[in-house]
């Protein structure tokens, strides 16, 4: 059973930084991409970035150069360093999995930046 698991949000004042976890379970994250991705109530869901099987990462461009998304096999866990958040970036976020055409979503973790 396939299963994912966000933590480390908080709140943070702009400018700040925190690290976001997602553990994995039922599969590993070495041989399937993993994503991060953030919502705002009354906004659409989006991509913040992803880590290929390979350790290819893609960035949405606001947050190029200020996220960094890395892996750990070990753990089957991937992070989200986010440094310099600006306060639009306060969202929910969560970590998705597709495998084998199906798509996991952990229940994701909030983010709340202050001025």
């Known amino acids: 059973q396939v299963q994912l698991v966000e933590s480390g949000g908080g709140l943070v004042q702009a400018g700040g930084s925190l690290r976001l976890f997602c553990a994995g379970s039922?599969?590993?994250?070495?041989?399937?991409?993993g994503s991060w991705y953030r919502q705002d109530p009354g906004k659409q869901r989006e991509l913040v970035a992803f880590?290929?099987?390979?350790?290819?990462?893609n960035y949405q461009e606001s947050v190029n150069s200020r996220f960094t998304i890395s892996r750990d096999n070990a753990k089957n866990t991937v992070y989200l360093r986010m440094n310099n958040l600006k306060l639009e970036e306060t969202a929910l976020y969560y970590c998705?999995?597709?495998?084998?055409?199906?798509?996991?979503w952990g229940p994701g973790t909030q983010v709340a930046v202050s001025s």
């Open positions: 998705n999995v597709v495998r084998i055409a199906s798509v996991y």
């Open positions: 039922g599969f590993t994250f070495s041989t399937n991409t």
């Open positions: 880590i290929s099987p390979n350790y290819n990462t």
